[in-house]
Each structure stands twice: as C-alpha cells, then as structure tokens.
C-alpha cells in the first residue's frame, strides 16, 4: 500500500483550521496529521491539534511557527490574506506541495502563488466545496445560453466574522458568468448601489453582500429576463464541506508536477 500522504494544517485552530485537522484524521490511512501551526504566540500553541478539533489526541502539538523542512509533503493554508505571501516563498523554498483556501489575496499574493508554482504543485480555490465547483460550469453555460437579454446579479451571504468582501466564491461565479457571457469582469462588475444610480446597464454584472449570524456560505446567481428568471443557489451547511474537498486537493497535490491547479484539475471536471 502507498505510504500517507503527510500532511500540515496551517491556522489549525481557526474555524476552517479545526475542520481541516478532523478531515485529515478521518482521511487516514491515505492521510496523516504531520503538523498544525498557529501564529507565533496564539493561545492553542503548544497544545494538541486533535482535541482542540473536538477529536481524540492527535499526538500533533500546534508549533507558533511553520512547519519545519521534510515534515510533511503537502501544507494546507486557510489562515489570512496577509500570511498566503510568506507561506508560499517558504513551501517553494521546502518543495513542500501546496494547497490555499485563504481569500482575498492581493496581488502579492497571487504573484507568490505564480512564482511558487514554478518549483512545486500549488492548489488555489476560492471555494473547495464540490458543489459549488459544479455550479461554476452550471452559471458560465447558463449565462452562454440566455445571452444578453438575461441580467446577471450575484448575491452571497457569511457569518459576522468574515472579514472579506465580497466573498471569493462571488468573484469566482461572476468570473464564471462574465466568462459564459463574453464580457470582461473587470469593465462590468459592479460592487455597490447607493443613491440616484440612474437605470441598470445591460452588461453589468451586481455583487452583493450579506453579513450575519453563523451563515457559513450562501450563493445565488439570478438570470433576470423579461418575464422570467433562472436562480442557481449553492448553500454551505458545515465548513467541514471545504475542509474534505481541501483534503481531497492534498491527497490529488501530492503526486503532481510543479503548477498551478484548481479544483476543475483536481475533480476532473472538463471546463
Ligand atoms: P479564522 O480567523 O477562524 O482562522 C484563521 C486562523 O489562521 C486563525 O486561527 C489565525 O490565528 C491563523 N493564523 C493567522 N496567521 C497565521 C500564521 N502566520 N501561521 C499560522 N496560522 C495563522 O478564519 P476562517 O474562517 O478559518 O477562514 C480562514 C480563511 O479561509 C479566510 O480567508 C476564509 O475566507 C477562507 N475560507 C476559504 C474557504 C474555501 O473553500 N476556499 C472556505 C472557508 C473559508
């Protein structure tokens, strides 16, 4: 039998953290917990990940730094926008395959994931839920088919501590939509309506957000025509959703060539 895959959880006691480590564990044998870090300093540092995961032990003490070199042969980050730009020059420096849940990355960021990708497998999703990766082929061929006499709106709601937005399985579905529609998101997104806004142009595409309680993802893309309209809405009940499709990216990163991958590449889906 092939060996596990090693594998770190990075911000192993944040809310998708803790999901992530579960789905390691129940991912055994194919899988095995080599790490879990925090940030220097955090209270869990120190302590088991297992049971800070509402598992048993773990026998995984969480380190208040990255993992260490030949540790583990895939990190799993869902920490923070401001850390994915270290982590990745560090993973490429270890040629350690990557996987990132972390949204709104900035352009940094994003140029570290394409230099890291260079010298060692990289997964990037905004969303790792399956379902919401199959409605992204749903809204880019339903927005090919309706063509322009359908307006295009996208709203998505999260829990109070979410702290970007909009979510970055919004921008991903209107990257789907702008795609299938033939515009440019950049030219035609629109964030905010405030005010005499005067009419809606016909290419535009509305995101907008919801804030509160413990929503854990909510997704629509509305097609509004005259007399009609399509609604294609993605509801996330447990982050252990995204946890179980990021394990899954590990498991399919591990044996990969250096690149840049999303979940179509690790689910095989052909658009
Ligand atoms: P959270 O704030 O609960 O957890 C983040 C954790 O990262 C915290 O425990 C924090 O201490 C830790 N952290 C910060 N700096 C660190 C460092 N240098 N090293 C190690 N750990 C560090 O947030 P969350 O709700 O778990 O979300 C985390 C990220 O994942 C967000 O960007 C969120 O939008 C994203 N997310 C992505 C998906 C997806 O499918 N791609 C799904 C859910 C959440």
Redo the contacts with the bound molecule.
Sequence with gaps: MARPVRIAV??A?????RALVRAVLAATPRAVLAAA???PG?VSVGKDAGVLAGNERAGVEITGA?PARGVADVWID????S?TESVAQTAAAHGVALVV????LGTHARAALDVAALRIPVVY?????VGVNVMLKLVADAARALGPDYDLEIVEAHHR????APS?TALRLAEAAAEGAGRDLAAVARYARHGDIGARSATEIGIQTIRGGDVV?DHTVFFLGNGDRIEITHRAST?DT?AV??VRAALWVAGCQPGLYDMRNVLGLGF
């Design positions: 990075l911000g006691d944040g809310r998708m953290g870090s925090e940030r955090h990255l869902f920490t923070s926008a850390v849940g972390t949204t709104g999703a905004a969303n790792y839920s501590g979410k702290k970007d970055g993802g982050r995204f499709g990021a």
